[in-house]
Every structure is written in C-alpha cells, then in structure tokens.
C-alpha cells in the first residue's frame, strides 16, 4: 500500500516512524520545504515527491500532517482524488468545514478518519473498558488534565487561534472525544481560558461538562506547564475510582 504523507513537521515526523516501522506500507513524502521532506524520506526510507498533486496520483491513502487552518483545503482534495484520507486531529479548524469533509466523503465513497489516537492508548483504553464494565459502579465525577509547554510549530502556527483553535481545539479535544466514548453524550457545557499574550490562542482552558447520564467531569487543558507533558484522570463512581497519571502510574490504579 502506498501512503502520502502530507506534512513533514513535527507530526509528519511521529507519522513516518510509525509507517517506516511497517512492512506493507510504501511511504512517499510532500512538504512545501522541498529539503525537509526529502530529510524525513531520507530518515524513514520514503520517496521524496515534488508536488502534491503528484503525491495524490500516486498514493493509495493520503496522510494529512498539517497546520489545522489547512486540513479541510487538502482534505477535500485528497477526498476528490479518491483517496482514503487520514487527517490529524482536529479534523478541521471549524464545525462546518468539518461537516464538509464528512460529507465529501460519503459522496464520494471513501474512507475518513481523524487521528484521535488516545483511544488507542493503554490508560486510556483500559479506563474506558472498566467504565463500561461497571468497575466503578455508576459514574459520578471526573477530572482529566493533559498539557505541557507550549507548542509553536512553523512560522508560531500554534499560538494564532485563527490558524489553531488553541488549546481547547488542538488538545482538549483528545479527552472530550474520550469522555464522550466513556460516558456518553454530553447536555451541558461550560469553559473558560486565558492567553499568555493578547491575539494569541488560549494557552489554558478549565472546562466542565455534564452527561445525559449526570455525571460531570472538569478538564484542564494547558500549555502553561513548563515542566513537560503529562496526562492525568480520575474517575470516582458509586462503587470505586480508578487514576492514571503518566509520570507516576505504570498501571492504572483502582481503590474501591
């Protein structure tokens, strides 16, 4: 299978490790620095392509690791070109343009997804199967925090909310989208976030969300924290509570 990696930034980098480490994927790589792309080809024993019109005529799938503000323009593309597409997380910068890709997409038959990868995680994924296990009984609280330094990216993509969404659309979004998968949908939602610097995104948002169900949880999302990244959550429930904190659990914990 012949994959087009669209992006050779920091994502774009994570991405072709991972594809190099495979054996059934021939990885071709685009980047609008012609050098960089070539860099990270040369590093993951991909093929340089020149331009993305020629990476759309000569991959099976499209890998999307771009600046947010770009992922519905190629997307929509890589979609109209028949491509099966991955796009990182967010999908879009907006609701609408999001709906847009969904939409493209059914039209035209091909597979979608958006790299929500925390569902994939161990923590993470464990966390939700006791959940839904009953390990805890019915749940009633939770508090998530992830975050870490602030990103920049090329050009400080990251800290222009226009180009962004800030913290709450680039990294808050991994743990609603495992909240919702753990707990179900969401009746009512509050958040507030600050900025460092006036015209830049929020670099740390407190948000609390209320289930159908009534349970609640608090996210904190920050890119405030210059001692590193860190995950954390907590869910408490009628009959016990499980943890995780990447700096200090191997394991989940569970007290009931």
């Known amino acids: 299978m012949k994959v087009g990696l669209l992006g050779a930034g920091g994502m774009g980098r994570v991405h072709a490790r991972q594809y190099a480490r495979r054996g059934n994927v021939e990885l071709l790589v685009h980047d609008r620095d012609p050098q960089r792309g070539r860099d990270l080809a040369e590093a993951n024993n991909a093929t340089p392509i020149d331009s993305i019109d020629e990476l759309l005529k000569k991959a099976d799938a499209i890998d999307v690791c771009l600046p947010t503000h770009l992922h519905t323009e190629l ?59 009953g390990a805890v009984g019915t749940p009633s609280a939770v508090r998530v925090r992830r ?45 507030r976030s600050v900025g ?30 210059p001692t590193g990244f860190r995950t954390t959550f907590e869910v408490a429930g009628s009959k016990g509570l499980i943890e995780h904190d990447s700096r200090t659990n191997a394991f989940l914990r569970t007290a009931t």
Not at 206 to 225: C, I, K, N, P, R
Request: glycine letters at 10%; a negative charge.
């Open 75 to 133: 997307g929509l593309r890589a979609i109209a070109a028949g491509r099966a597409v991955m796009i990182e997380k967010p999908l879009s910068r907006t609701y609408e343009e999001g709906l847009k890709l969904v939409e493209a997409a059914e039209n035209a038959n091909v597979p979608l997804m958006t790299a929500q990868v925390v569902r994939f995680f161990a923590d993470f994924a464990t966390g939700n199967r006791l959940v839904k296990s």
């Open 147 to 191: 975050g870490g330094k602030a990103p920049m990216g090329s050009e400080g993509w990251f800290q222009n909310l226009e180009l962004s969404g800030g913290v709450l659309l680039d990294l808050a979004i991994h743990d609603f989208d495992w909240l919702r998968w753990t707990l179900g949908e969401v009746s009512f939602l509050y958040s």
């Open 196 to 225: 460092l610097q006036d015209g830049h995104g929020p670099d740390y948002a407190l948000t609390t969300l209320t289930f159908d169900s009534g349970a609640v949880a608090h996210v904190e999302s920050t890119w405030m924290d």
